[in-house]
């Protein structure tokens, strides 16, 4: 229980730009755990606010092209060796964050009699979105050695690709 404290502790410490990827260990479980709780947490995210016959393409893109976007990126700036603790902060760090904007943005699906007011769900779900991206740039800015707009911008090019293919696959419910 006190290494799923700590691990936890570690993604949340590079979520609050305290740490980076280089601050995880590079080890294959850690990057094994990160992505099956991505998924996890993704599964009831889609599931939740998009049509069931949308799960398997919008996961596989999400996971997918994360993965593949990385790499693309550690390589192409000749850091290739640093894809499994990016991987593992970037499912870490996802996977918190999605949890957090869940209830925000899929309250309606819930279906419970207590009235959020939407501006306030959009706005917090807009205040989440907003810091995923930046921690997304500054994992990879730290993984590059590159400044954060560099970052920002890779990190920006991922949740555009994204939500453009979500928007593809059916209306958020």
């Known amino acids: 229980m006190q290494s799923l404290q700590v691990i936890v502790n570690a993604f949340w410490q590079i979520a609050l730009f305290r740490a980076g990827p280089e601050s995880l260990p590079d080890s294959r479980p850690l990057l094994v755990l990160a992505i099956a709780v991505y998924i996890a947490v993704d599964v009831v995210v889609i599931l939740a606010l998009y049509p069931r016959h949308a799960l398997p393409p919008l996961l596989l893109i999400d996971v997918g092209f994360l993965l593949l976007w990385c790499a693309g990126i550690l390589r192409v700036f000749g850091y290739a060796g640093r894809l499994q603790q990016t991987l593992s902060a970037l499912f870490g760090t996802g996977a918190l964050l999605q949890l957090l904007a869940f209830p925000f943005s899929a309250w309606p699906s819930f279906g419970l009699p207590v009235e959020i007011p939407l501006f306030f769900r959009v706005l917090v779900a807009l205040a989440i979105l907003l810091w995923s991206v930046s921690v997304y740039g500054h994992i990879l800015a730290r993984a590059i050695s590159?400044?954060?707009?560099?970052?920002?911008?890779?990190?920006?090019?991922?949740?555009?690709?994204?939500?453009?293919?979500?928007?593809?696959?059916?209306?958020?419910?």
């Open 146 to 173: 590159r400044s954060m707009g560099i970052g920002l911008t890779f990190a920006i090019v991922y949740f555009i690709v994204i939500y453009e293919f979500a928007a593809q696959w059916g209306q958020v419910r």
